[in-house]
């Protein structure tokens, strides 16, 4: 059935560091959704990419989607504790939405 | 501002028992959905409903059911609650638009002994 792959599964580095996680589909995706869910809290949308190579910024954070469609990356840029959380992609394949397994960001003052 | 409530935070409940947890959006959404969270899986889909009245099976509907009588509200129900379904569970709705974002309520973690 549909999978998407998150990796890595827990990341913790120093404030200050860049951070990436990444996510793979076994098919082709329709857009691809990423949340941000805070310890203790519930997902929070961050953004939605749509077309095939697609990248888009919000401050530190840059949001790829792969040439394919299959592959999204999400990278912070000089983390910060407010970073903290689990992030989510989640793939459309024009029905619903697969969810991958999430990285939990840890970030070091 | 958006909301999604979910009935109960924390529930702890016996094997066996029946078990409802409540969805109300505030946001006149058409889809809802319920997933549930584990350590290492992420989030899966449960149920979701497009529409009053509708329910769809979601990846792993075995031991739930759902109603949907009210667009405002969808229910989960647990007819007869086993450990293996202790878990957070996260209610979600979106508007009419299936690729739009997910609007998640606070969650519920449910303890099955």
């Known amino acids: 059935g549909q999978q998407v792959m998150q990796i890595p599964q827990y990341q913790h580095v120093q404030e200050g560091e860049d951070f990436t996680t990444y996510c793979n589909s076994s098919?082709?995706?329709?857009?691809i959704q990423w949340y941000k869910q805070r310890p203790g809290g519930h997902p929070v949308f961050l953004i939605q990419?749509?077309?095939?190579?697609e990248v888009k910024k919000q401050k530190r954070l840059t949001f790829q989607f792969g040439e394919a469609k299959k592959n999204s990356s999400l990278h912070i840029t000089a983390t910060q504790t407010t970073d903290v959380g689990t992030y989510f992609c989640?793939?459309?394949?024009?029905?619903?939405?697969?969810f991958g397994t999430g990285t939990s960001l840890t970030v070091i003052p | 501002d958006v909301k999604v409530t979910q009935s109960s935070r924390y529930l702890v409940k016996r094997t066996g028992e029946k078990v409802f947890l409540e969805c109300v959006q505030d946001?006149?959404?058409?889809?809802m959905f319920w997933y549930r969270q584990d350590p290492g899986l992420g989030l899966r889909l449960i149920y979701f409903s497009y529409d009053v009245k509708m329910k769809e099976k979601g990846d792993i509907p075995e031991g739930y059911s759902v109603s949907r009588e009210k667009k405002e509200r969808f229910s989960l129900i647990l007819e007869s609650a086993s450990t293996n379904q202790t878990s957070m569970y996260l209610c979600?709705?979106?508007?009419?638009?299936?690729?739009?974002?997910?609007?998640f309520g606070e969650g519920s973690r449910l303890t099955v002994l």
């Open positions: 989640a793939g459309n394949t024009g029905n619903q939405f697969y």
């Open positions: 979600a709705s979106r508007s009419g638009q299936r690729t739009g974002e997910l609007f």
């Open positions: 990419l749509v077309k095939s190579g």
């Open positions: 946001m006149d959404h058409e889809n």
């Open positions: 098919t082709t995706l329709s857009n």
